[in-house]
């Protein structure tokens, strides 16, 4: 292989012991201690030469017993790092430190690495411990080392098709609109260069039926078979749902996304299949193909710049959306063509994340939500609803009430229990449903949350791990959780069909001191949305038999916690961008939403502007 080759002949021959691919890396592996510890200036002067990922590894051979290297590295570590697990992966002549403080095995500089690596000869990789205990977290890891020896092969094969001297007939960049155009639901894009194929996200439509559901992928342009990646932005259903679906039919190339937005993943379409089978709904996939999403999972940092095809580079950077959340930078060939798809977006500042990235040094194609991008879509600010929101919840402390906050497991739930942390709120917050699970997951990736909370956990002050916070785990913590007063209750579901918030508003809603307060968006149909437009009469089933029952306590919405941004947002991002787009894609949105952007911005910043179908071609160049 041409790129080997190159690698090779840039070193001296008696050094190279051999060279292999994981992934878009090339690992140099060597039998010559002093090159090992010495080569770090000449892969710098590689890796911007070639523009690929180099590293320099020792044969294991020669590295240090693991014994020794585990005994070296306590000994090296700083105690407050909390070291809680150093395994090795001799076949690829790692050792992983699982700690508290990461950032105390690094050291300053980079100080304390360098010594692991100098001391034992391992190359150090540098994992966090969750601070809350994450089953989700702790299986994934676990299921990366017993699959270490097929990960290897894997990693090898996709560095093949990376580095493939591929030629095609293709001149053209194109891309396929699968799903979430002029509609909310089933995201997926297919973007064809001259000679790569990849997907980015491909969700489900939680609310569709039949093959509505899903993207359009029969159409005879969708060939499984030829794809390169799987690209995911972030973890909503709506963007990820599908994924399992086709590793559980036939796709076995890799899935690029975030460290968080892979748990979450796991979290999220697990708990989907639960749903589906206690409603008796078969699910649109199995366990097996979540399981084999995450073995051919590829996570990448946010900046991190990799290779996805043999003329395709990706980078992630944050989208201020959810944990994880990526905007998706492609860059095609050499500066042929470059796509920034946005996904869902923030773009004001919000308790978990900074804004959405700005700097883009070039793009032509920008693909951008249209949730609410209608002329008229303007949310309050964010400290209107923060107050209104602290209100609500200290009158119910007052009436020494419980206020009930219905809400989705991942995202407004940290969002709300980040405010009240800020506020000092000093009454018992009871979590349900899935809300634990995810809160453990935000904690264990503070570089994953804005500057400032970052900055908090480092110091020890996770906002996440305030006492207040307490899990029903059970129906008995349930229970306990009515009997609390004041307090406040997060429960699923987000809309109120079904979960445990059924049960907690069947034994508060009778009380007047209570309060239901609405921190999302209701869908139609939805039985918040009924709440929300003044039902009073609420069906429980109880015991096999449904009784009506009359609403008694305050019901509030507060309006601009959402996690999208509003057309002002909208608008001021695009403007804020370092490179202004050529060509601008709206998607995500309902009722014409899409098309009122589209001409909007084309109004504002007179460039080409689409609102395409699904099922729509369009040529990039
Ligand atoms: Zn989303």
């Known amino acids: ?167 095609t007939n293709r001149d053209w960049v194109r891309v396929f609109c699968l799903g979430s155009f002029r509609e909310v639901g089933r995201s997926c894009i297919l973007v064809e260069t001259p000679k790569s194929k990849v997907l980015m996200d491909c969700g489900i439509n939680t609310g569709g039926s039949g093959s509505n559901m899903y993207p359009f992928i029969n159409a005879k342009e969708f060939d499984l078979s030829e794809l390169d990646a799987i690209i995911l932005s972030h973890a909503h259903m709506d963007h990820c749902g599908f994924i399992p679906y086709l590793y559980e039919y036939g796709y076995d190339g890799p899935l690029y996304c975030t460290t968080p937005t892979l748990d979450l993943v796991t979290m999220l379409t697990m708990d989907y299949i639960d749903v589906m089978q206690k409603n008796a709904t078969q699910p649109l996939f199995t366990a097996k193909g979540v399981k084999e999403a995450v073995k051919h999972a590829i ?118 229990m980040a405010i009240l942390d800020a506020h000092k709120f000093e009454y018992p917050v009871f979590l349900d449903g899935m809300i634990w699970d995810a809160t453990a997951i935000h904690a264990t990736y503070p570089e994953y949350l804005s500057n400032l909370m970052e900055r908090k956990i480092l110091q020890g002050e996770n906002p996440f791990t305030n006492p207040i916070f307490k899990r029903i785990g059970s129906q008995a913590d349930r229970e306990k959780s009515w009997v609390e007063k004041p307090a406040v209750i997060i429960s699923t579901s987000g809309m109120m069909e079904g979960g445990p918030i059924m049960s907690h508003l069947q034994n508060l809603g009778e009380d007047k001191k209570n309060s239901l307060i609405f921190v999302g968006y209701q869908g139609e149909g939805t039985m918040g949305r009924r709440i929300q437009r003044g039902w009073k009469e609420v069906p429980i089933n109880a015991n096999g038999k449904t009784n009506a029952m009359k609403l008694e306590l305050d019901v509030t919405t507060v309006g601009g916690l959402s996690g ?18 050529e060509r601008i894609i709206t998607n995500h949105g309902e009722n014409g939403k899409p098309l009122q952007l589209a001409s909007n911005l084309h109004r504002l910043f007179r460039i080409e502007t689409l609102a395409p179908k699904n099922l729509e071609t369009i040529r990039l160049r």
């Open 1 to 167: 292989m041409e790129i080997v080759d190159k690698v090779k002949d840039s070193f001296p021959k008696d050094v190279i012991d051999r060279v292999e691919l994981e992934g878009c890396e090339i690992v140099v592996y060597t039998k010559d201690k002093i090159f090992f510890l010495d080569a770090n200036e000449q892969v710098k002067e590689l890796v911007s030469e070639l523009k690929k990922r180099i590293e320099v590894r020792l044969d294991n051979s020669m590295c240090d017993s693991p014994e020794s290297a585990k005994e070296k590295i306590t000994a090296i570590v700083p105690q407050e790092a909390l070291i809680k697990d150093i395994r090795f992966e001799p076949e690829r002549s790692l050792v992983i430190v699982t700690a508290g403080k990461p950032g105390l095995v690094i050291g300053r500089g980079g100080e304390t690495f360098r010594k692991i690596k100098e001391d034992t000869l391992w190359v150090p990789k540098i994992e966090r411990s969750p601070e809350i205990t994450s089953n989700i977290v702790k299986s994934i890891r676990q299921l990366m080392t017993e699959e270490v020896k097929w990960r290897i092969k894997f990693l090898k094969q996709v560095g093949k098709n990376i580095f493939s001297e591929k030629t």
């Open 299 to 416: 996570t990448l940092d946010w900046n991190e710049v990799s290779d996805v095809g043999p003329d395709v580079r990706l980078t992630f950077q944050p989208s201020g959306h959810l944990l994880g959340s990526s905007l998706v930078h492609l860059h095609v060939g050499q500066g042929l063509h470059n796509i920034v798809y946005s996904a869902d977006l923030k773009f004001t500042r919000t308790r978990l994340f900074d804004p959405a990235f700005t700097n883009f040094q070039r793009i032509e194609t920008l693909f951008v939500e249209s949730t609410y991008g209608a002329q008229d879509d303007i949310m309050p600010s964010r400290m209107d609803a923060e107050e209104q929101l602290m209100k609500v919840i200290n009158q119910t402390v007052e009436r020494k009430g419980v206020a009930i906050i219905p809400s989705f497991a991942v995202g407004r739930a940290q969002e709300i």
């Open 564 to 581: 999208h941004a509003d057309v002002k947002e909208l608008i001021n991002y695009i403007n804020r961008l370092a490179s202004k787009p």
